[in-house]
C-alpha cells in the first residue's frame, strides 16, 4: 500500500498548484491514501471552503496544527467533517476530532495529528502520552502520525518511542525538508519534515520582504502575504504493508511547476 504525505500548503497559489498535481501524482505512484497538511491554507489558518477543495485535489485527510483555528469558519467544520484533523493533544474543549480510522481496500487506516510542545506559543497536552491513549483505543493496523512541531529532536524521539507500534510517523511545521528519510529500526518509516507545498521564491511560503522586515526589527504592519511565482510540491511516500502495518519504504519528494 502506497502512502502520500504532503507538507504545509501555504496560500491560494498552493492549493491551485496542488488542484494540478496532485491526482496525476496519485495516479503516476499508483498511492491509495493521501494525507495533506493544510493550516496554512490562508497563509495562516485555513478555512471551510479551502479544506473542502484539498479534499477535491486528492487529500483523503487534511491535517492541521498550530493555526488550526486561525479562521473563526473554521470551527463548525471540524465537528462536521470527520477526515479535517486537529492536534489531538490540544483542550478537549476544541471541536472536531485528531484522530479518525478510515476504510480503504487494504483495510482501515488510522490517521493521528499531534502536535509538540518544545518552542510552540502554547501549552499542548503532552503528545508521547497522548499518542499512548489513541493507539490503546484503534483497531487500525496501519497507523500514520502527522506530528506537527518545531523540535527536530521531538519529532524524532516521539518516532522512535512509537517504532514497532505504528507504520509511518512525519513532521510538519517548519515548512523546510530534511533528508532524513528512513525506515526505523522495528519497521515505522520516518521523516523529520515533510517540507513545504507553496511558492519555491518565498521564506516559509510567505514574500520574503516581510519575512526579512520582522527579522530587521520592522513593526508588522499587514498580515503575512504569500510569494508570487511558481510553486513547488513537497512530501513523501511510505510503502506500507497491509498485512503487517510496517513500513517496507520511505521516499521523499519534491515537485517543482
Sequence with gaps: MNILAIGDVVGENALTFLRKTLWGYRRLK??????????????????PQQADELFAAGADVVTLGNHAFQKHTILRALDDKPALLRPANLSPLSPGAGWGEFVTPFGKVAVLNLIGR????????????????????????????????????????????????????????THVQTSDA??????????????????????????????????????????????????????????????TGKCLSVEALRIIG
Design 30 to 47: 499508483a498511492v491509495d491514501f493521501c494525507v495533506v497538511n493544510g493550516e496554512n491554507a490562508s497563509v495562516v489558518g485555513i478555512s
Design 118 to 173: 518544545c518552542g510552540m506559543d502554547f501549552g499542548p497536552d503532552n503528545p508521547f502520552y497522548e499518542a499512548e491513549r489513541i493507539l490503546k483505543k484503534l483497531t487500525a493496523k496501519i497507523i500514520l502520525v502527522d506530528f506537527h512541531a518545531e523540535a527536530t529532536s521531538e519529532k524524532a524521539a516521539l518516532a522512535w518511542h512509537l517504532d514497532g507500534r505504528i507504520s509511518a510517523l512525519w513532521g510538519t511545521h
Design 182 to 243: 528512513r525506515v526505523l529500526p522495528e519497521g515505522a518509516g520516518f521523516i523529520t519534515d515533510l517540507g513545504m507545498t507553496g511558492p519555491v521564491d518565498s521564506i516559509l511560503g510567505v514574500r520574503p520582504e516581510q519575512s526579512i522586515g520582522r527579522f530587521l526589527g520592522e513593526p508588522k504592519r499587514v498580515p503575512y502575504t504569500q510569494a508570487d511565482g511558481p510553486c513547488k510540491m513537497e512530501g513523501a511516500i511510505f510503502e506500507i504493508d497491509p498485512n
